[in-house]
C-alpha cells in the first residue's frame, strides 16, 4: 500500500470528527436534522482547522441514500468525492478557475439536476481567489438557485470576499485549535504508527503547529522521518537548528548579570551550532514572551509551550514586567531590521548588548512616580529628619550644628542650640524652636529704632528673608553674610538709620570693634538698611498677614512708597496656585523677574509685553489667588520693563525682521 500523509490518512469523516469546532458542528448537525438546508454557506478560517473536511461532510451528509444524515459515515462517498468521481459533488479549485468564462460554465452547469443523488453540490475553495467579474456572475445564481444546487464555499480571507457575496450564504468561521487537542491527536498517531516519543517533543510540535492540525501534521511526518523510531526534543534542536530552552536558559542568566563577555561567547557558541540570526531572534522573541507571561503569574503549560520547571527562576526573577515588555519590544524591533541591515549578526549582537543594561531600564510611568513621591516627601519635609543619632563626644555638638545647617539654613544662634540637644533628636524639632525664638526676638526689639530707607531693588537677597537669614549661620566668621547677621540680632549705634538718630543699644551681644563698624556706603548701605529694617518690618506676606490678624509684631508702619520683596518661597506657592486654575497664566507669571509689595499692591515687573497683557487681563484671579493662598488682599500691579536696547533695534533694526515688516506694514512687538 502506498504512503499517506498523516494529514490526509487522519482526515476527519464525519461532523464529530472537527476538533475545535464545536459550534460549527452543533449548528450543521441541527440544521441538517431540521431539514433546514441553506442553498449557500461560506466557511472562513485559518488555514489547517477543517473548512474543506467540514464541506465534504456536509456534501456527504447531505446526499446520504437514507436521507441527509450529520452521523453516517460514508467513507466510499468521501473517497470518491477526494478523487473528483462523484457527479453529484463538484470541487473547483478557485485559485485555477478565476476567470468569468469558468463561473459561465457552472451558470451552465446548474440547469441541469443531479444525476442520481439529491443535491448537485459545488465546492469552491479558495473562493477569493474569483475575480470580480466571476463574483457579479455568480450573484443571480447564489441568490436563486435551483432548489437541488447547493454551494460551498471556502476561504483563509474572508475580506476579500465581496459583501455581496457574503450577504447571501450562511456564515461559519473556523478558530484555531487549541494546543491540548492538537497535541491528543499527535499522541494518537504516535500510537498508531508504534512509535516512541516524548511529551515535551510532541509539545514543541503541537506548538508549532500553532492552531492548524494540518501544519502540526507535516511537521510531525518531518520528526519522524529523522528520530529513528524516537522522537527527542533534542534531535529536534539538533536537526532543525533551534536554540534550545536550556542555552536560552544560560544566556539569559548572563543578559541578568550584564556579563557582556559571556553573553557573546555564548551566542558565538550557539551561532557555531548552525543556527540561523532569523531563528536566534525568534527563539529569544518567544522566550522574553515566555518570562513575561510567568512574571505575570500564567503557569498554563498550554500558554507557555514549555514545562514551567525547565525554565530558570534566576531569569524569571531578573527583571521587572516593564523591563520585559520593553526587552521583548527591543527583539520585535531587531528581527524587523534584520531585512535591510548590511549584516545580521551585527543587529543581532547589538540587541545583546542593549539587553545586557536591561536592569537599569525605568518605566517612564514609575520614574514619574518616584518624582512625586520625592515631591510630596519635600512637601512634607521628610528630608529635614534625621537618618541616624550620632554618638556623642568631642565636636559632636558642633557637627550636628554644622549638619543641620547644611540641609536646611536656620537662625542666628540656632547651632549653638541644636549642640545642647541630645544626639538623637530630630533636627526638624530644633528648626521649630529656632524659628519660634528668632520670632520672640523680634518682638522684644526696640520700636523706636528708625527704618532703612531704600529703593525698591531686583530679585536679589539683600532683603535678609526668614529662610536667607538663617543661611547665614553656615557662612563663614568674617564674610559679609556673617557680618550681616550680626547688625540683625544686635543693632548697635553704629548700624543707626540714615536720619544720624542712634538706635538703642541691645543687651547682648556686644557691639563689633570700631572697624568693623564704619559707615557702609553704596549696595552695602542698602543691604545694611534692608537689614536693620526686617528686624521690626515682616519681611514675607505670611507675616504681613499675620500682623493683619492680630498678632503682636512691631507697630512701625511702613513708608507709603516702600516696597519689600516677596518671599521666593510664596512666590512658588501663588505660581502653582494660579497653574492649577490656567496652566498658561501660571507660565506668564512665572516669567516675572521682579516681585515687590506694600500695603495695598503687589507689583511685578516683566520684560516682556505680552506677559504683562496677560497679567493685567487675568489680575483678579492672581487676586483670588493671593488671598487663597498667602492670606492677604493685595491688588496686583504689572510694570514692564523697556529693554535697553530697544533704541539701538530701532535704529538699526534687524534686515531679517525688517523685511517682512515692510511687505505686510505690521508692527514688530518685541518679547
Known amino acids: 500500500m502506498a504512503y499517506e500523509v498523516t494529514a490526509t490518512r487522519k482526515r476527519p469523516t464525519t461532523l464529530d470528527g472537527l476538533i475545535g469546532q464545536e459550534f460549527v458542528v452543533a449548528t450543521l448537525k441541527n440544521s441538517i436534522q431540521d431539514g433546514r438546508i441553506a442553498h449557500a454557506y461560506l466557511f472562513s478560517g485559518p488555514r489547517g482547522v477543517g473548512k474543506t473536511s467540514a464541506a465534504r461532510i456536509l456534501a456527504r451528509a447531505l446526499n446520504c441514500p437514507e436521507g441527509p444524515n450529520a452521523d453516517t459515515d460514508t467513507r466510499h462517498e468521501a473517497e470518491s468525492i477526494t478523487r473528483g468521481t462523484a457527479l453529484d459533488v463538484i470541487e473547483i479549485d478557485g485559485a485555477s478557475n478565476t476567470s468569468v468564462n469558468d463561473v459561465r460554465e457552472i451558470k451552465d452547469e446548474v440547469l441541469f439536476p443531479p444525476n442520481h443523488s439529491r443535491y448537485k453540490i459545488y465546492i469552491i475553495d479558495e473562493v477569493h481567489m474569483l475575480s470580480t467579474s466571476a463574483f457579479n456572475a455568480l450573484l443571480k445564481t447564489i441568490e436563486e438557485p435551483p432548489p437541488y444546487i447547493i454551494f460551498i464555499f471556502a476561504t483563509t480571507e474572508l475580506h476579500k470576499v465581496p459583501a455581496t457575496i457574503k450577504s447571501r450564504c450562511q456564515q461559519f468561521h473556523f478558530r484555531l485549535i487549541p494546543l491540548e487537542q492538537l497535541l491528543q491527536k499527535l499522541i494518537e498517531a504516535v500510537e498508531e504508527m508504534r512509535i516512541h516519543a516524548d511529551r515535551d517533543a510532541l509539545m514543541w510540535i503541537a506548538k508549532e503547529g500553532r492552531g492548524s492540525l494540518r501544519d502540526a501534521y507535516t511537521l510531525f511526518d518531518q520528526v519522524v522521518a529523522f528520530s529513528d523510531g524516537h522522537i527527542t526534543l533534542d534531535k529536534i534542536k539538533t536537526k532543525l537548528g533551534l536554540v534550545g530552552l536550556d542555552r536560552l536558559n544560560s544566556l539569559a542568566e548572563a543578559l541578568a548579570d550584564g556579563s557582556l563577555q559571556r553573553v557573546m561567547e555564548l551566542s558565538d557558541q550557539i551561532m557555531a551550532t548552525g543556527v540561523s540570526v532569523d531563528q536566534f531572534v525568534i527563539d529569544m522573541n518567544e ?19 514549555y514545562p514551567i520547571a525547565e525554565f530558570s527562576s534566576l531569569a524569571v526573577e531578573a527583571w521587572s514586567e516593564h523591563q520585559l515588555m520593553h526587552g521583548l519590544d527591543l527583539l520585535l524591533e531587531a528581527f524587523r531590521r534584520l531585512r535591510y541591515t548590511v549584516n545580521e549578526r551585527f543587529e543581532l549582537e547589538l540587541v545583546l548588548g542593549e539587553l545586557c543594561r536591561l536592569r537599569d531600564y525605568i518605566d517612564p510611568g514609575q520614574l514619574l512616580n518616584r518624582i512625586h513621591d520625592l515631591r510630596r516627601r519635600a512637601e512634607q519635609g521628610d528630608f529635614l529628619q534625621q537618618d541616624s543619632p550620632e554618638p556623642s563626644g568631642p565636636g559632636t555638638e558642633a557637627k550636628q550644628a554644622n549638619g543641620a545647617a547644611g540641609r536646611a539654613p536656620v537662625s542666628a544662634g540656632t547651632a549653638e542650640r541644636m549642640a545642647g540637644q541630645s544626639a538623637g533628636q530630630p533636627a526638624r524639632q530644633s528648626l521649630d524652636q529656632s524659628v519660634q525664638h528668632a520670632q520672640q526676638s523680634a518682638v522684644q526689639q526696640p520700636d523706636q529704632q528708625q527704618q532703612a530707607h531704600s529703593a525698591p531693588v531686583d530679585r536679589q537677597p539683600a532683603v535678609q528673608q526668614p529662610a536667607q537669614h538663617r543661611a547665614a549661620q553656615s557662612a563663614p566668621e568674617n564674610s559679609p553674610a556673617r557680618q550681616q547677621t550680626q547688625h540683625m540680632q544686635a543693632p548697635t549705634e553704629n548700624a543707626a538709620a540714615p536720619t544720624g538718630e542712634p538706635a538703642p543699644a541691645a543687651a547682648a551681644p556686644q557691639p563689633p570693634a570700631p572697624e568693623q563698624a564704619a559707615a557702609p556706603t553704596g549696595d552695602q548701605a542698602v543691604e545694611q538698611s534692608h537689614a536693620d529694617a526686617a528686624g521690626k518690618q515682616p519681611s514675607t506676606l505670611s507675616d504681613w498677614a499675620g500682623r493683619s490678624a492680630g498678632q503682636q509684631l512691631p507697630t512701625a508702619e511702613p513708608r507709603g512708597d516702600e516696597r519689600r520683596v516677596l518671599d521666593l518661597g510664596e512666590f512658588d506657592r501663588l505660581i ?46 492672581i487676586e483670588e489667588c493671593i488671598h487663597t493662598v498667602l492670606g492677604v488682599p493685595l491688588r496686583v500691579k504689572v510694570e514692564t520693563i523697556e529693554d535697553s536696547n530697544e533704541d539701538e533695534q530701532q535704529h538699526h533694526p534687524d534686515p531679517q525682521v525688517e523685511l517682512p515688516r515692510k511687505v505686510f506694514r505690521g508692527k514688530v512687538i518685541s518679547g
Open 287 to 305: 522566550y522574553f514572551r515566555n518570562l513575561l507571561l510567568l512574571r505575570a503569574g500564567i503557569k498554563r503549560e498550554s500558554v507557555i509551550g
Open 576 to 621: 502653582e496656585e494660579v497653574s492649577h486654575a490656567s496652566m498658561s497664566l501660571g507660565s506668564a507669571l512665572s516669567g516675572a523677574i521682579s516681585q515687590t509689595f506694600d500695603d495695598r499692591f503687589l507689583y511685578l515687573q516683566f520684560k516682556s509685553a505680552f506677559a504683562s497683557k496677560t497679567i493685567e487681563l487675568e489680575s483678579e484671579q
